[in-house]
T-cell receptor
């Protein structure tokens, strides 16, 4: 069964460093998303992406965040200068027949 | 504005008990979708079910069943004869079928099933 793949599964970074979280969505999907889950809290929408541009972003998705689909398979989330409060699990999701999101296994980001 | 409320923060049951997880939603749209996801201790989000606002028929899948009631804006999830492997955090989510179709999640209910 096709699945959304995220790498790395866990990343530790120093405050102020840039990180790139990578996702390979399901191949025929057209809609891509990033969500965030701070430990022990609910899953929060960050951004949606369609046709090579951002469709919608939440207030969390400020200028420190950016997304890109650099080629036909990858979908990345970049955090330019990480803060302690960026520590969270980040989930990538993709969908074809909206709305139905298939989630990756997540990347746990720890900012120290 | 859309909102999902899962009032039960944590539920503990003994194996073989039935358990119902509550979900109440708010939306102004007439077209929307409701979801349940399971998050086991390993952390991934496992899709369980999707329901659209025009289909109020209850659904059963093995030990799982869902009760969708538009009159009370609820989409409750029942596990029959719970097992230890059901221990997880369960999230209810809402999508209003907008262009972006983002999911709005509830705060989750942690279910612990003891042997």
């Amino acid at each position: 069964e096709p699945e959304v793949t995220q790498t790395p599964s866990h990343q530790v970074t120093q405050m102020g460093q840039e990180v790139i979280l990578r996702c390979v969505p399901i191949s025929n999907h057209l809609y891509f998303y990033w969500y965030r889950q701070i430990l022990g809290q609910k899953v929060e929408f960050l951004v949606s992406f369609y046709n090579n541009e951002i469709s919608e972003k939440s207030e969390i998705f400020d200028d420190q965040f950016s997304v890109e689909r650099p080629d036909g398979s990858n979908f990345t989330l970049k955090i330019r200068s990480t803060k302690l409060e960026d520590s969270a699990m980040y989930f990538c999701a993709s969908s074809e027949l909206v709305p139905e999101a298939f989630f990756g296994q997540g990347t746990r980001l720890t900012v120290v | 504005a859309q909102k999902v409320t899962q009032a039960q923060t944590e539920i503990s049951v003994v194996e073989k008990e039935d358990v119902t997880l509550d979900c109440v939603y708010e939306t102004r749209d007439t077209t929307y979708y409701l979801f349940w996801y399971k998050q086991p201790p390993s952390g991934e989000l496992v899709f369980l079910i999707r329901r659209n606002s025009f289909d109020e028929q209850n659904e059963i899948s093995g030990r799982y069943s869902w009760n969708f009631q538009k009159s009370t804006s609820s989409f409750n999830f029942t596990i029959t004869a719970s097992q230890v492997v059901d221990s997880a955090v369960y999230f209810c989510a809402l999508s209003e079928g907008s262009w972006t179709d983002k999911l709005i999640f509830g705060t989750g209910t942690r279910l612990q099933v003891f042997p």
